[in-house]
T-cell receptor, first 109, second 116 residues
Framework: KNEVEQSPQNLTAQEGEFITINCSYS?????LHWLQQHPGGGIVSLFM???GKKKHGRLIATINIQEKHSSLHITASHPRDSAVYIC???????????FGSGTQLTVLP | NAGVTQTPKFRVLKTGQSMTLLCAQD?????MYWYRQDPGMGLRLIHY???????AKGEVPDGYNVSRLKKQNFLLGLESAAPSQTSVYFC???????????????FGAGSRLTVL
């Protein structure tokens, strides 16, 4: 079964720290998404990647196709970054997305 | 700027009751999706639609039905609710298949359903 694994499951950091969340997947993909789920439940798309690196503000997403791995980095973390971060992939053979179970990030002031 | 609107936000049902969740989007998106989210698991696709009048099964379709009579609306029905259907349900939409360019999913705020 094609799988998406995220690590860590839970992460607690102090304000200002550099955060890294990882996503690994089992077979070839055509695209990878990073999503943010707020404490209230709403889900927002952050990035869609098929190669290389994307940056938006303090968020950076990278993907290594050969290693089947992506990372989401948050620089100068802030308590408002506290959320669940979700990785999702589109397998080559599929029309839809497969989601990871998420990483719960808590940033303490 | 409504985006994707789900109703109701909360509902408690008894086993065997039926209900319908409504998803409405005002972005002229072609694709619409219904997901469920359970603790410790990733979002799982229930059904989806690639355009008005079309529907297709996702990963976990059993016990659910859907309809897309109008482009802007995607309805999720539970004909005979079971406790296993207690979950948070999310609707999402996108312009096309999630393959190219900057196309991303836009999610609703979620609907929390409890089946007793």
């Amino acid at each position: 079964k094609n799988e998406v694994e995220q690590s860590p499951q839970n992460l607690t950091a102090q304000e200002g720290e550099f955060i890294t969340i990882n996503c690994s997947y089992s077979v070839g993909i055509s695209a990878l998404h990073w999503l943010q789920q707020h404490p209230g439940g709403g889900i927002v798309s952050l990035f869609m990647l098929s190669s290389g690196k994307k940056k938006h503000g303090r968020l950076i997403a990278t993907i290594n196709i050969q290693e089947k791995h992506s990372s989401l980095h948050i620089t100068a973390s802030h308590p408002r970054d506290s959320a669940v971060y979700i990785c999702a992939v589109r397998w080559y053979s599929a029309r839809q997305l497969t989601f990871g179970s998420g990483t719960q990030l808590t940033v303490l002031p | 700027n409504a985006g994707v609107t789900q109703t109701p936000k909360f509902r408690v049902l008894k086993t065997g009751q039926s209900m319908t969740l409504l998803c409405a989007q005002d972005m002229n998106h072609e694709y619409m999706y219904w997901y469920r989210q359970d603790p410790g698991m990733g979002l799982r696709l229930i059904h989806y639609s690639v355009g008005e009048g079309t529907t297709a099964k996702g990963e976990v379709p059993d016990g659910y039905n859907v309809s897309r009579l109008k482009k802007q609306n995607f309805l999720l029905g539970l004909e005979s609710a079971a406790p296993s259907q207690t979950s948070v349900y999310f609707c999402a939409s996108s312009f096309t298949a999630l393959v190219i360019g900057a196309n991303v999913l836009t999610f609703g705020a979620g609907s929390r359903l409890t089946v007793l």
